[in-house]
Each structure stands twice: as C-alpha cells, then as structure tokens.
C-alpha cells in the first residue's frame, strides 16, 4: 500500500452510475482534494435502473448525486443522464467524454477498468457490470486518440465551446481485478462514508453501500488501513 504517488492539479473522475467513483475511489478522491487538486466527476448514466419503487428514479438518484458530490466537496459535476443498463462505448458517450477531457483538461483521469468481467473479494465473485466496462471503454478510447487530436469532434474546438486538445499525464483505472497501486484510504475512508450514505436508495438495494466499500478496503488494504485498487497508467 502507499499513499498517492502523484498530485496533480486537475482530475476528472467518469463513473457509469451515480454512487461508482464514491463506492470505487471516493477516498482517493478525499485525498486528492486534501491535496488542493480540483476534482470534476462526470456520471454517465440516470442510474434508472438502481433501487426500488423510486418513483422517478432519475429525479431521486441525481438529488442523492448532489448530495454525495457535496459531501466530498466538488462543486464540478455532470450528469449526463444516458441510460441505465444501455451504456455502450461507441457515440454519443465518447463525444460526451471527449468534452469532459477537453474542458476540464486533467491531468489524471479515474475510470472504470473496462476489463472487469468479475472480481473476487474473499473468495466470492462479484460480477462486473457491462455499463462500468462500457463507461471505461468509453473513456480509455476518449483519452486516445480523440481528445489530444484535433481531428475528431473538431466542433467542440471551435465555435462557442473553443475547447482545447488534451492529453492527461495518467489514468488510474478503479474497479479492477488486477491493480497495481493500492492507495491507503485510512486518511478519507469517514468521507467516502458520508459520500455513499447519501445514495440512500441504493442502501436496501445492494445491501448496504458502505459496508461493501469498507469489505472491499480491507480485502485491497486491511481492516485497520482500508485501500482503493487502481491500475496506473502513465501516457507521457
Ligand atoms: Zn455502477
């Protein structure tokens, strides 16, 4: 374990459903924060499909997403509201990201491992799920070759949006099977806390957010020095 191995000045975290970057990294991001990065996170789907008899489960999840982004401390969020369940790596998700990329301009990106068809946690398989792999997809192939080259979505260079190209320095990938940097969240693990109790109909759904956070810490860490699990990949 080790604590963050690099700070950048801007991230840009992309999670396929509200509760994914707090449930994944949201004490690498506590971290990050501490460290006066700025954190933008962009969610890519309504999260429609999570929770039981919501009503308009859009309408409460993004509520829960506000909250849970207030009580990390980013003021920078967006939904981008594709749906739940249906997310694929192809457009309009990629454009969607791009933008992101270009606006925000991060020096390191967290996102989805689009490799995770499962994962084992203490000898049980917790499967993957096809919106995470599409959401990493997605944000993997928006990072190369689409964000740094002015030769794809060349209307968001110009215009009224006057984006620029970007290329970030890393990616950290979460919800993986195979990490190489496991960050001891100790320092942060009472914000992810907060950060996912404020997804509270997903508490009854998945049998409570915070506890398996804290199963999965101790699994990548230990029960006393929790961590998130990330693969890093240094472009440049
Ligand atoms: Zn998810």
Not at 131 to 145: K, S, V
């Amino acid at each position: 374990m080790t604590n963050l191995p690099f700070v950048p000045r801007r991230v840009l975290a992309i999670g396929a459903h509200p509760d994914d970057v707090e449930f994944f990294a949201a004490a690498t991001v506590a971290q990050l924060l501490d460290a006066a990065a700025q954190v933008a996170l962009v969610v890519c789907s309504d999260g429609a499909r999570g929770g039981r008899n919501l009503g308009d489960p859009a309408a409460v999840r993004r509520g829960e997403q506000a909250r849970a982004a207030a009580a990390l401390g980013i003021d920078d969020w967006l939904w981008l509201a594709h749906p739940d369940g249906a997310l694929a790596a192809g457009d309009p998700l990629r454009s969607d990201l791009v933008r992101s990329v270009r606006r925000v301009r991060p020096e390191l990106v967290l996102a989805h491992d689009p490799r995770t068809l499962w994962t084992i946690i203490a000898g049980i398989a917790q499967p993957g799920h096809s919106d995470h792999r599409a959401a990493g997809q997605a944000t993997l192939d928006a990072i190369y070759p689409r964000s740094p080259s002015p030769n794809f979505y060349a209307e968001q260079l110009g215009g009224d949006e006057a984006l620029q190209s970007w290329y970030p320095r890393e990616v950290w990938l979460f919800d993986t099977a195979q990490p190489d940097l496991c960050i001891d969240v100790a320092d942060g693990f009472e914000r992810k806390k907060a950060s996912l109790l404020a997804h509270a109909s997903q508490e009854e759904a998945v049998g409570g957010l915070a506890a398996a956070a804290r199963a999965m810490g101790a699994h990548w860490g230990s029960e006393q020095r929790p961590a998130e699990a990330f693969v890093r990949l240094r472009l440049y």
